[in-house]
């Protein structure tokens, strides 16, 4: 789960983590009275969705004076941002954090996340701050620097003070940057975290260590220990059709392509848009029911699935074992004969009560072609959506 900038913000001061005196705010006439209150030479007006690249954008202002205050608010709130990460069609900002300008002796980029090569949390570090850490690691990789952290011991003094030099940090800053280092990772940790980013971390001319920007992640899987971070959660930042599957225990992923994909499992899931990929498809999402779905929420499913209107063909590819072929098929038949089905249906059942789940559909007399792999499917709903057509007697074979 993502969470704004702002609210980052509040979980790191409860970790001692210096940041920016700020203020959430939703209209014009807040932003200025947050800057009036705020008292301050410099302002920055910053868009708060759930996206990087912000300030590349024009989603962050600095301004002197409250005239000038007013005028990015108004330029930002409201208006559609569109940054490397929101793809082309933007987020709508519906908040501005405005916030106190600081005077800046130095950037640097520190995050802590988890190495999946290693299967152990990492520590990254880099003395330059305020850039994409991507182009960083590619143009100038010798100053990415990393501290692998022992899952038996934890992160040590050494290290964080190991890090903090090799970011750049003077010597003045050295112990409170380490002693940072130390918070974001206690953070990381006990708010069962996926990535905890501050970019740029800056030393003050009064010799402050303050985070200025940061990304805050949640692994969703450890939500249900955290009711505090629930409260965080946007529902306006995330895909409607996400947000419908989580009511019912669905995974959904939004893609780009056209076809749209049922499946039980994750890994079945990669292995059935590989597929796609491989006869000359696209997925335009994939939807996971899990190991224990009901025929209901196999109808609901098919709803969210055909809400997205890409969707110029379906592919249900269900391995049975826990998930029993006849409750996909009931759901199958229920969201057909609700929902007036008009675009192609494919369907793929193995494993447990398979035959079952065959005569379900039969006896239904659906429009509905089965398959007896997910070669054979995959290739018959590319086929299908590409407009080649496939024989029709092969319905509920």
Not at 3 to 18: A, D
Not at 20 to 26: A, V, W
Not at 51 to 64: D, M, S
Not at 245 to 259: P, R, V
Request: hydrophobic share 40%; with cysteine; charged share 25%.
């Amino acid at each position: 789960m993502n969470i704004h900038e702002y609210q980052g913000k509040e979980i790191m001061k409860q970790y001692g983590i210096s940041v920016p005196r700020s203020r959430i705010t939703f209209t014009v006439e807040e932003a200025v009275q947050a800057a009036i209150d705020l008292g301050c030479e410099v302002i920055a007006v910053k868009a708060q969705i759930h996206a990087g690249g912000r300030g590349k954008a024009g989603g962050v202002k600095i301004t002197r004076s409250l005239e000038e205050t007013k005028s990015a608010a108004e330029a930002i709130l409201d208006k559609i941002l569109i940054t490397k990460q929101t793809g082309p069609e933007g987020k709508v900002v519906n908040q501005v954090l405005i916030e106190e300008g600081l005077k800046i002796e130095k950037e640097c980029y520190l995050s802590c996340a988890v190495d999946s090569t290693t299967s152990t949390v990492v520590l990254i570090g880099s003395p330059e701050g305020g850039m994409d850490i991507e182009e960083v690691a590619e143009k100038t990789p010798h100053k990415i620097f990393k501290e692998s952290i022992d899952p038996a011991i934890g992160l040590q003094q050494y290290q964080a003070r190991r890090l903090a030099f090799n970011m750049g940090i003077n010597e003045a800053c050295l112990q409170e940057a380490a002693q940072c280092i130390m918070n974001i990772y206690r953070l990381f940790m006990e708010k069962d975290c996926s990535m905890v980013e501050i970019n740029p971390l800056i030393t003050t001319e009064e010799h402050k260590v303050v985070a200025l920007d940061c990304k805050v992640c949640f692994d969703d899987n450890s939500l249900c220990r955290h009711p505090e971070i629930l409260k965080y959660r946007d529902l306006t930042e995330e895909d409607p059709r996400e947000v419908q599957a989580s009511k019912y225990d669905l995974s959904y992923i939004s893609l780009s392509g056209n076809i749209g994909c049922m499946v039980n499992g994750a890994g079945l899931a990669m292995a059935t848009m590989d597929m796609i990929d491989h006869f000359g498809g696209a997925p335009a999402n994939f939807l996971d029911v899990g190991g224990g779905a009901t025929a209901e929420k196999v109808k609901e499913a098919f709803k969210i699935l055909i809400s997205d209107k890409k969707v110029a063909g379906i592919f249900v590819n269900i391995f049975g074992g826990i998930m029993k072929c006849d409750v996909i098929a009931t759901g199958i038949l229920q969201a057909v004969n609700a929902l007036d089905l008009d675009v192609p249906l494919v369907v793929r059942l193995e494993g447990t009560n398979v035959e079952l789940g065959k005569e379900i559909l039969k006896s239904s007399w659906l429009d509905v072609i089965t398959v007896n792999s997910m070669a054979e499917g995959a290739e018959k709903i590319v086929a299908l959506v590409n407009g080649k057509g496939v024989v029709r007697d092969e319905r509920l074979n």
